[in-house]
């Protein structure tokens, strides 16, 4: 089925570990982002690529970077994983469809990652 | 910037009330505005949107109407079924309008409906 796929679904951590969460959509999308949900706080805007060869900032990228692969797959990479990081993320894509734009965004199943 | 307030939860209703999670919303351009869904153990669904001021978004039994003049969205469904237990979050967005598929969503903090039969 057409999506967005995360891979690992699952995934423990020791603190200082680094580690790689994969996301890939086959929907031509141009747009990809990558978000945490916390409780309590909603969803939260870590990176995002507008388009392909572009990443940029959002509301908390500290202790992450991304890599826009190619059109499909957009990766989140932790380099020192740290406790406070323990969460659910979610990767989304957006894009066009009929020519207009698709105003909802499709999410993958997200990745739960504890850090401890 | 841009922001989006609901209701906190948790609610819980019996099968068949009536159903009105409450959302505004502050934006400094002219947002579209969406609800979206997350149930148990999965990621975000679409459930409906609204691009334009009266509009009125709807789907599966849920409803939602772009008020400008009180900036808000409020979500609400006639007869709750058990199956609609679930976490939902409203959102805006600020719209590329020279026709890019590129916008942030800003979502809630999401509002956890528990239906008891």
């Known amino acids: 089925n057409a999506g967005v796929t995360q891979t690992p679904k699952f995934q423990v951590l020791k603190t200082g570990q680094s580690m790689t969460l994969q996301c890939a959509q086959d929907m031509n999308h141009n747009s990809m982002y990558w978000y945490r949900q916390d409780p309590g706080m909603g969803l939260r805007l870590i990176y995002y690529s507008a388009s392909e060869g572009t990443t940029d900032k959002g509301e908390v990228p500290n202790g992450y970077n991304v890599s826009r692969l190619n059109k499909r797959e957009f990766s989140l990479r932790l380099e020192s994983a740290a406790p406070s990081q323990t969460s659910v993320y979610f990767c989304?894509?957006?894009?066009?469809?009929?020519?207009?734009?698709?105003?909802?965004?499709?999410f993958g199943s997200g990745t739960r990652l504890t850090v401890v | 910037g841009n922001s989006v307030t609901q209701m906190e939860g948790p609610v819980t209703l019996s099968e068949e009330a009536f159903l009105t999670i409450n959302c505004t919303y502050t934006?400094?351009?002219?947002?579209?505005l969406f609800w979206y869904v997350q149930y148990p153990g999965e990621g975000l669904q679409l459930l409906l949107k609204?691009?334009?001021?009266?509009d009125k978004g709807s789907n599966k039994g849920f409803e939602a109407t772009y008020r400008k003049e009180t900036t808000s969205f409020h979500l609400e469904k006639g007869s709750v079924q058990v199956s609609d237990s679930a976490v939902y979050f409203c959102?805006?967005?600020?719209?590329?309008?020279?026709?890019?598929?590129?916008?942030?969503?800003?979502f809630g903090k999401g509002t956890l409906l528990t239906v008891n039969p």
């Open positions: 609204a691009t334009k001021a009266d």
């Open positions: 959102a805006l967005s600020d719209l590329d309008r020279s026709g890019g598929s590129n916008y942030k969503l800003t």
């Open positions: 934006a400094t351009g002219y947002p579209s």
């Open positions: 989304a894509s957006s894009g066009r469809q009929g020519g207009l734009p698709n105003y909802g965004y499709t």
